[in-house]
């Protein structure tokens, strides 16, 4: 995917330049005057994008922090779970259960109270990540098998500006904040990226495909632009 999309907006009246605003709630916008040519405001973006892609990162760092706590919300495939801490007798890593509205952490009862947090985070990464590769493959598998191409392997990575990625000898990384989204996004994502494996491009042949299984991913794509500063880990 690209680093970042953008709308422009076209001022009316004498105005004669161009502007740019990046926020998380609209995006990155570009102001242009009514007269100014299409060519030259995608100049103006290519010159200004260091500068935008910095302050989208910044947008992305100021995320939510968890405290891992008992009752804290965490997303989980686009549900919220509330943080359930108990404790048990055997010591070893911290087991993650999903139960109906709950995340159930066991802890060992002989682990300190201040280390509870740190445990936590570090058993639910873990859970994250391995629940993420498990749903992430079978969704890849699926729509490599619909599309009829083959990929060489997944990795589930934590980058911060992109959703997917799909290498030329066809490896395929996702973002490990996909496991926070609705199953609907995940799959957005994995359709794009496995149609790159056919289209190495952004051009209509690629959109086609991916509209012909995901007919809503215009909408998709614009949630996780508006949203993705809730996909916090
Ligand atoms: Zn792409």
């Known amino acids: 995917m690209a680093s970042f999309s953008y709308r422009i907006l076209r001022k009316k009246g004498i105005a004669s330049n161009a502007s740019i605003t990046v926020s998380a709630e609209r995006g990155v916008v570009v102001r242009a005057p009514f007269w100014m040519p299409k060519g030259i405001i995608e100049n103006f ?3 200004k994008s ?21 009752g804290e919300k965490h997303l989980y495939f686009g549900k919220e779970y509330s943080l359930s801490i108990v404790t048990t007798r055997t010591p070893g890593r911290s087991k993650i259960s999903l139960l109906e509205d709950t995340i159930q952490v066991e802890l060992y009862e002989g ?16 859970w994250y990540l391995e629940k ?3 749903t992430i493959t079978e969704k890849v598998n699926y729509y490599s098998q619909e599309i009829g191409v083959e990929y060489q392997k997944i990795n ?3 980058v911060s500006s992109i959703w997917g990625s799909c290498s030329p000898t066809n490896c395929l990384s996702f973002n490990r ?7 609907e996004i995940v ?5 794009h990226e496995v149609a790159h494996m056919v289209h190495r491009n952004h051009g209509s042949g690629f959109w086609n495909l ?7 991913y215009k909408y998709h794509r614009r949630w996780l632009k508006l949203n993705h500063h809730l996909l916090s880990i």
Do not use: C, N
Request: charged share 35%; proline share 6%; hydrophobic share 40%.
């Open 45 to 47: 973006i290519q010159e």
């Open 50 to 70: 260091l500068w935008i892609e910095k302050h989208l990162e910044r947008l992305s760092l100021k995320k939510i922090t968890k405290h891992y706590f008992e």
């Open 111 to 126: 682990l300190p109270k201040e280390k509870h947090p740190e445990k936590i985070e570090e058993a639910l990464l873990y």
């Open 132 to 134: 993420g590769i498990e």
């Open 156 to 158: 589930l990575k934590k």
């Open 177 to 183: 904040k996909l496991v926070m989204a609705p199953h």
């Open 187 to 191: 799959d957005y994502v994995v359709i």
């Open 210 to 216: 991916v509209k012909s299984f995901d007919p809503q």
